[in-house]
């Protein structure tokens, strides 16, 4: 597994993701190969596979963060907002390592729900959380530009 996980990080998910299916043959219940394949999954913008290869993990891993985070970005790539910002809520009432990411992914889901002024709050709770996040200050600054701020609009987008 380690060798997939190096790969992906390596930018190579194609092989990675040859690794991985490997391994899902062997270990078809392990959510840790199921987490690491919607990654490469998600890379190869291979959304629909990765949406329903974290629907599962989800299944397997109710109580854990990363995998509801990874699920909500997933049904956003799949036009399933709703279901989308029902994971990230359900990530973000879970203990996680990195807290901001799911913040974060949810200013992203405002974004493209259209709410522009619930996805600054978002971005602004993932600034408070890691000081100068990219991810959070390009979806604030989307959600400016919805506004029509284009000062603070084009600050955040660059």
Do not use: F
Not at 29 to 47: I, S, T
Not at 60 to 68: G, H, I, R, T, Y
Not at 120 to 147: F, H, Q, T
């Amino acid at each position: 597994m380690w060798k997939a996980y190096n790969l992906i990080n390596e930018e190579k998910p194609v092989d990675a993701e040859r690794v991985l299916n490997s391994l899902y043959n062997d270990h078809p219940h392990d959510p840790r190969v199921m987490g690491l394949l919607a990654q490469c999954q998600m890379k190869l913008e291979h959304y629909g596979a990765a949406y329903n290869t974290l629907r599962r993990c989800v299944e397997l891993l109710p109580n854990k963060s990363e995998p509801w985070n990874n699920y909500g970005m997933a049904c956003l790539h799949c036009g399933l907002l709703d279901e989308g910002e029902r994971a990230l809520k359900r990530a973000i009432g879970l203990e996680s390592k990195q807290p901001w990411a799911a913040v974060n992914n949810m200013a992203l889901c405002m974004v493209n729900q259209g709410e522009p002024l619930q996805a600054i709050e978002w971005a602004d709770k993932g600034l408070a959380l890691k000081a100068k996040n990219p991810e959070a200050m390009v979806s604030r600054g989307y959600a400016c530009l919805m506004l029509g701020r284009w000062k603070e609009g084009w600050e955040g987008y660059e």
